[in-house]
């Protein structure tokens, strides 16, 4: 990793227009893949509106990198996953996948910043 992404900081600019659907399918897999995540929403741990509030995510994750002006910090998005699995899910995940998966998606996003 290069010193931007240990720092957990991506650059300030902005993602080109022409990549946002990539991001908002990248985003998707990501979050896909992620165990604590897909538990929640196969057990309906946050109703029966689950798999809604895990495509909302998604949408979330895409409008904070791409509207946010700011520089993006890792432990923000660690912060909102957290909050959002724990009010929409009601689930708190102590196993370490919230840090990996906001390192993920970070990375990712710096990825397509290049």
Do not use: C
């Amino acid at each position: 990793m290069d010193s931007i992404e240990k720092k957990g900081v991506a650059a300030t600019y902005e993602l080109k227009p022409e990549l946002h659907s990539l991001l908002r399918e990248r985003i998707s897999k990501i979050l896909s893949q992620w165990t604590g995540l897909q538990m929640a929403v196969q057990n309906e741990w946050g109703g029966r509106d689950s798999h809604h509030k895990s495509q909302q995510l998604v949408l979330d994750i895409l409008f904070w990198f791409s509207h946010s002006k700011a520089p993006h910090h890792v432990e923000d998005l660690e912060s909102f996953l957290h909050e959002t699995l724990l009010l929409s899910f009601n689930t708190e995940i102590e196993d370490g996948s919230i840090e990996e998966v906001a390192e993920q998606l970070m990375i990712m996003h710096e990825e397509l910043l290049r």
